[in-house]
Each structure stands twice: as structure tokens, then as C-alpha cells.
Antibody, heavy 121, light 109 residues
Framework: QVQLVQSGAEVKKPGASVKVSCKASGDTFSSYSFSWVRQAPGQGLEWMGRIIPILTLANYAQKFQDRVTITADKSTGTAYMELSSLRSEDTAVYYC??????????????WGQGTMVTVSS | EIVLTQSPGTLSLSPGERATLSCRASHSLRSRYLAWYQQKPGQAPRLLIYGTSSRATGIPDRFSGSGSGTDFTLTISRLEPEDFAVYYCQQYGTSPTWTFGQGTKVEIK
């Protein structure tokens, strides 16, 4: 049974960066894609980007293109999301989710527990 | 970017009733790449439907998905108490960037 375990809550000042980790267990890491999705308080889901570890390929939503970097460490089965130049509007719960492998269409079927990132001076 | 518009914003129904949720895309989607998720307060989203109409593992058959092109539907045949939640559609694979709809809240009438 695959699980995604994310790192703990963060409090950051405006202008700083945050890096959130997502460790996969129990299944083949590199075969799938891993997305990052955020949810501001009381708001909907917002897809930020994804990585396909086996291809070392990442792509991002245009909104975050200049500020987000998604990476993966195949040796530890861990995906990372780093968001820079933080502002108050980045206060949100950040989720990682396992997506389909290349050419697959199975949706995002496993989710992490979420990491609360608070940006405040 | 493909925009997904869900309607209605809120659906007020009673247990046992049928729920019909709509998701309209700004561009035609490849049907294999449309999913629905359920989210309850304080929880991560849960995959219900992928590929427009395939139920995810463990999802009861009262949930069904249909549609093609730009119009997609999630139907809950008979609402159970645990089905009152927020539902999101998502497109993935039609374009390199994926997007979610804004969500439909199904609340108890």
C-alpha cells in the first residue's frame, strides 16, 4: 500500500523560500508522476506542477513558472517542491499527489497528508 | 491554459436523492484525462473517477462519470450521509499543464 508522507508545517517571512518534501513508500517511485497541489484557506485546489522522476522531467503551471522548482530523488523515493519569493497569498496547505505514469491516465490516486505553509511577517 | 467551470457552485439535496454535477471545459478534452475528486473538511482530496468514467479503487458504484468534448458530468445516484462534501473536476494530459475546476459543494438540504 503506497503512502506519501510530507514534511511538517512551516512558517516563513515574506520574501523567503520554502522547500517541502514528499516521501513515497511501498511502491515503485520512478514509474509515476508526482504533482504538487495547493489549497489556500477556504479556497479550491490549485495545481502547481509535476515531475516524472524516470524522465527527470518537470513542468509547471504558468502562474508559478518563475517561482517554483519541483525535483525528485530517485534513490530515496522523495519528491520536493520549493517555492521562492513567498508572499502572504502563498499561505496554504500544500499537497503532493501521485499521478499516472507517462502515457497512463489513472488520475492522482494517492495523496500526502498536506503541509501547512504560513507566510507572515 | 484550459479552464474548467463547475456548476452549480452549491447543491442542496437530501440523503437518498440523486446529485448531478457539471464540469465544462474551455477547450475540448481527451476523455481519458478527466478526473473527479471528493474532499471533506480537513482531509486531502480523494480520487473518485478517472478517464471520465472509470471508478477508482474502492469507490462505490453509486458514483458514475460521463461526458466528452467539453461537457462532463459526475452523478451520485443516491446520496449517502458520507457523500456530502466538495467535488472537483480536473483535466490532465490534454495539455502539459493540468487544471482543476473551482469545485461544487454538495450540502444537506
Amino acid at each position: 500500500q503506497v503512502q506519501l508522507v510530507q514534511s511538517g508545517a512551516e512558517v516563513k517571512k515574506p520574501g523567503a523560500s520554502v522547500k517541502v518534501s514528499c516521501k513515497a513508500s511501498g511502491d515503485t517511485f520512478s514509474s509515476y508522476s508526482f504533482s504538487w497541489v495547493r489549497q489556500a484557506p477556504g479556497q479550491g485546489l490549485e495545481w502547481m506542477g509535476r515531475i516524472i522522476p524516470i524522465l527527470t522531467l518537470a513542468n509547471y503551471a504558468q502562474k508559478f513558472q518563475d517561482r517554483v522548482t519541483i525535483t525528485a530523488d530517485k534513490s530515496t523515493g522523495t519528491a520536493y517542491m520549493e517555492l521562492s519569493s513567498l508572499r502572504s497569498e502563498d499561505t496554504a496547505v500544500y499537497y503532493c499527489a501521485r499521478g499516472p505514469p507517462p502515457q497512463g491516465y489513472s488520475g492522482m490516486d494517492v495523496w500526502g497528508q498536506g503541509t501547512m505553509v504560513t507566510v507572515s511577517s | 491554459e484550459i479552464v474548467l467551470t463547475q456548476s452549480p457552485g452549491t447543491l442542496s439535496l437530501s440523503p437518498g436523492e440523486r446529485a448531478t454535477l457539471s464540469c465544462r471545459a474551455s477547450h475540448s478534452l481527451r476523455s481519458r484525462y478527466l478526473a473527479w475528486y471528493q474532499q471533506k473538511p480537513g482531509q486531502a482530496p480523494r480520487l473518485l473517477i478517472y478517464g471520465t468514467s472509470s471508478r477508482a479503487t474502492g469507490i462505490p458504484d453509486r458514483f458514475s462519470g460521463s461526458g466528452s468534448g467539453t461537457d462532463f458530468t459526475l452523478t451520485i445516484s443516491r446520496l449517502e450521509p458520507e457523500d456530502f462534501a466538495v467535488y472537483y473536476c480536473q483535466q490532465y494530459g490534454t495539455s502539459p499543464t493540468w487544471t482543476f475546476g473551482q469545485g461544487t459543494k454538495v450540502e444537506i438540504k
